[in-house]
């Protein structure tokens, strides 16, 4: 009989040492309700759970089970996804920290703190959206364009890979992407004059698989050998502009196992100011999906031509199933809500999905480019005294319609849940030069709310009508992102409160204040008889650094650094 418990005990022991995240797990992951294992609820990102126990009826029984401190002096915005696997909870936190937590009681296992050097160049907090696994593997990367592999048992480091140099403006900020054995990441540093590119690595070993560049003109690698130009060089970007482009895919990507296709969005092109760019500028402000076996671009589609606005592309694309097709979508910066055919990117259909969009009119369905308003762009310094082009104010402001935070998708209501804000901004632009290291920008802004009541605002948006079919308005602007089950919407306000409205109707039948604002995404999943509910707190991210008048609305809200887990009492 000891025997027995000892070899059992032994088996135990073994299977967790021995635990491998493989393809399959990865790829199923948004059907199996036992592991959180991909940043998005499943490499589709649809953020939606089929676990029903927390449900209409039950969720007046949620209450918090464990509670865990990232502790330290360093706090600021916490905007991570955890994830959860073989008893334990991986989650980021600001200042590129990672913490193993036993999933159950919140207990710490261990912490990797990453020595970040003098002199990174964030530029919208010391933030971090979340770690990759896979075999056994932890991998995140760093505000000092890192990635870095841990053992999931022990914390030690197994390897470390540099994306590039910090002291350039590059960083890393996003969730990597795990798709078909290959660790897909984007990176940071488009106010800084960086060119934007997607590397996919061996997972195992962190050895660069291929690189993709998002701006045209520069060259891609396979297997270390060229791959191809992106694009045709000076054919939408004139001179040497292509060379400090920006575009960089910094909020990372979905991918889509019936397509074959990873799908980034790329952020404004380098510099803010327009005029100094003529043309289109690809492949910034767009969609771009990408072959993930080849490393070619197999579409694009650029939602913002010759951005003047910083209306970064990089919000996530969402595939789903429409009316036989399998189609994406995104609530892009820029204030439209598009729908892609998802294998080869032809534009569906374009909406508003704010009440205020003055930079353009609408977005033309048969050709895909939008209807510009020409008197909103702001105007070119060379015009008048050369110091300081036309002022406008432009709508939404350049934090966007919708920003890096998540929105989610249920197949059970056929609604997108998107986070939404409503501001503006006065914008203009100035000279600019490139100089390493230095704000890449030409351009001066003051963010402005549009309403007295609110600022943000999340709403049920029905994608083959672009009708809203309810709102839930919220003073301070939305920065959290959202995850959805059959019959709830949950999702975080910087004012503190986890949320869950009835999905159908949007009514709020449940609300918990964490302590400090919420700007991550929260996750679902089941352990035994128990459906467990987490979400990151801790004020922070772009809006107290960038917020302009805005500021005003949220500088009496407090930092963080917690992660809070919930369940039913029965
Ligand atoms: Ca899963
Ligand atoms: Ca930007």
């Not at 021995?18 to 998005?40: F, N």
């Not at 660790?183 to 997607?198: A, D, N």
Request: proline share 5%; glycine share 12%; hydrophobic share 35%.
């Amino acid at each position: 009989m000891k025997r027995k418990l000892l070899t059992a005990l032994i088996m135990t022991a073994m299977a967790h040492v021995s635990a491998q995240v493989t393809d399959k797990m990865i790829a199923d992951d948004a059907a199996t309700t036992g592991d959180v294992l991909s940043w998005g609820l499943g490499s589709q990102g649809q953020r939606f759970s089929n676990l029903n126990d927390v449900n209409l009826k039950t969720v007046s029984r949620l209450v918090p089970v464990w509670s865990m401190s990232f502790g330290g002096e360093k706090q600021r915005g916490q905007e991570a996804q955890p994830l959860v696997y073989n008893g334990k909870m991986f989650v980021t936190a600001s200042y590129s920290r990672i913490f193993a937590l036993d999933v159950k009681t919140g207990e710490k296992l261990w912490k990797y703190e990453h020595r970040l050097p003098e002199g990174i160049m964030p530029c919208c907090d010391v933030i971090n959206r979340g770690a990759a696994l896979y075999g056994n593997l932890v991998i995140f990367g760093t505000l000092d364009a890192q990635l870095i592999a841990l053992d999931q048992n022990t914390g030690k480091v197994v390897w470390r890979e540099k994306i590039d140099d910090y002291s350039a403006g590059y960083s890393y900020s996003a969730a990597p992407l795990v798709a078909e054995g290959l660790l897909i990441t984007g990176l940071s540093g488009g106010e800084f004059g960086v060119v934007g590119r997607v590397e996919a690595r061996d997972p195992k070993t962190g050895k660069m698989v291929w690189s993709r560049p998002t701006v045209e003109g520069h060259m891609g690698y396979l297997n270390g050998q060229e791959n191809g130009v992106t694009g045709t060089t000076n054919a939408s970007w004139p001179g040497d502009t292509w060379k400090t482009g920006g575009a960089t895919p910094w909020l990372g990507g979905t991918y889509d196992a019936k397509t074959g296709l990873a799908y980034f969005g790329t952020g404004n092109p380098g510099p803010w100011n327009s005029h100094v760019r003529k043309g289109d500028n690809l492949y910034s402000t767009s969609t771009v999906a990408i072959d993930v076996k080849t490393g070619k671009i197999a579409w694009h589609y650029q939602n913002t031509p010759n951005d003047g606005w910083d209306y970064d592309g990089v919000n996530e694309f969402i595939t789903f199933d429409m009316d036989g097709k399998r189609v994406g979508a995104k609530a892009d910066r820029n204030g439209f809500f598009y729908i892609n055919d998802a294998t080869n990117g032809k534009l569906l259909n374009a909406f508003p999905f704010v009440k205020k969009v003055t930079w353009a009119t609408s977005i033309d369905l048969k050709t895909g480019r939008p209807n510009f308003a020409e008197d909103n762009r702001p105007g070119d310094p060379t015009a008048g005294d050369g110091k300081k082009g036309k002022s406008v104010f432009a709508a939404p402001g350049f934090l966007g319609g919708k920003n890096q935070m998540p929105m989610a998708y249920s197949p059970k209501t056929g609604l997108f849940y998107v986070p939404t804000n409503e501001w503006g901004m006065d914008i203009w632009n100035e000279p600019i030069a490139y100089k390493k290291g230095a704000a890449f920008l030409g351009a001066g802004f003051t963010i402005k709310p549009l309403f007295d009541d609110h600022i943000g605002s999340l709403r049920a948006i029905d994608p083959k009508t672009g009708k809203v079919a309810w709102e839930v308005k919220n003073n301070a602007p939305l920065w959290g992102g959202v995850m959805t089950t059959p019959e709830l919407v949950f999702w975080g306000t910087p004012e503190g409160y986890l949320k869950a409205a009835d999905a159908k109707t949007g009514k709020v039948v449940w609300q918990f204040q964490t302590g400090s604002g919420i700007v991550a995404p929260p996750i679902t999943w089941k352990d035994g008889n128990d459906q467990y509910i987490s979400v990151v707190s801790g004020w922070g991210g772009a809006v107290p650094l960038w917020g302009g008048e805005v500021a005003k609305k949220v500088n009496l809200l407090e930092q963080g650094g917690s992660v809070w887990t919930f369940k039913l009492v029965k």
